[in-house]
Structures are given as C-alpha cells and as structure tokens.
Nanobody, 122 residues
Framework: QVQLVESGGGLVQAGGSLRLSCAAS????????MGWFRQAPGKEREFVAA????????SYADSVKGRFTISRDNAKNTVYLQMNSLKPEDTAVYYC???????????????WGRGTQVTVSS
C-alpha cells in the first residue's frame, strides 16, 4: 500500500522560503513520476510541479516557474519542493501525489498525501 506524507509547511512572510518534503512508502517509489499540487480556500486543486522517475524531466506551473524547484531522492523515497520568493497568493494546502506520467492533470495521479498547509503573510 502506498502512503505519501507531506511535511515542511508553515507560516512565512512574503519573500521567504520553505522546503516541503513528501515521504513515500513502498519499494517502487523510484519508478513513478511525482507531483505537487495545491488548493487554496474556495479554489480547485491546481498543479504546481512534477518530476520524472529519474528526475531528469521536470514541469512547472507558470505561476511558480523560476521560484519553486522540485527534486527527488530515490534512495530516501522522498520528493521535495523548494519554494523561494513566496507570495501571499502561494497560500494553500500543498499535496504530493504519485503519477502515471509527468503531467499537469489531476487525473494522471493515483495516490495522494493528506497535504501540508503553507501560509504566506504580506
């Protein structure tokens, strides 16, 4: 059974940084693409970033390009999201997910964590 557990969220001032982690259970972690999504209050869940199983291919939402970096350590079964230059509009619950392909579509992800709250104050 696959379990994904996010951590690293919190409260930060605008312009600050946070690093989210997602620890995955299961021996096949390294063979799947992983993604980060977020959901703000009253809004739909949206794509943030994704990474291929070997880490050589990444994809980002335009809103975070140049500020966020997704990476993974397959030896630790962990995927990361480094978030710099945070803005109040980045405030949301952030979810990691295991996908079938590197994709921006929620439907392409089969397993989800419970999320971690990120709040950016102005």
């Amino acid at each position: 059974q696959v379990q994904l557990v996010e951590s690293g969220g919190g409260l930060v001032q605008a312009g600050g940084s946070l690093r989210l982690s997602c620890a995955a259970s299961g021996r096949t972690f390294s063979t799947y693409p992983m993604g980060w999504f977020r959901q703000a209050p009253g809004k739909e869940r949206e794509f943030v970033a994704a990474i291929s199983w070997v880490g050589g291919s990444t994809s980002y939402a335009d809103s975070v390009k140049g500020r966020f970096t997704i990476s993974r350590d397959n030896a630790k079964n962990t995927v990361y999201l480094q978030m710099n230059s945070l803005k109040p509009e980045d405030t949301a619950v952030y979810y990691c997910a295991r996908g079938r392909v590197v994709s921006m579509r929620l439907d392409d992800y089969t397993h989800w964590g419970r999320g971690t709250q990120v709040t950016v104050s102005s």
